[in-house]
């Protein structure tokens, strides 16, 4: 039987392997920062982040990973 694979962190993957930019979940970024789930879901709007989305599902996204770091060097 498989392991378990979060949807999120699959999605993640298969992006990163096909893409030059690097991207993170709404949970990484957020543990990266020291906030939670909801408040980095709040953080991406006030902040304007640039959303990755993820097709068939309008509340999911991805954030960039460069966009996180240079916040995290602040």
Request: avoid cysteine; charge should be positive; aromatic fraction near 6%.
């Amino acid at each position: 039987m498989n392991a378990f694979e979060d949807w999120n962190q699959k999605v993640k993957k298969t992006f990163n392997a096909t893409s030059t930019e690097d991207v993170l979940t709404v949970t990484e970024a957020g543990n990266l920062l020291g906030l939670s789930k909801d408040q980095m879901k709040s953080f991406a709007d006030k902040s304007n982040l640039t959303k990755v989305p993820i097709m068939r599902s309008v509340h999911r996204y991805l954030l960039l990973k460069s966009e996180i770091d240079e916040l995290v060097k602040k």
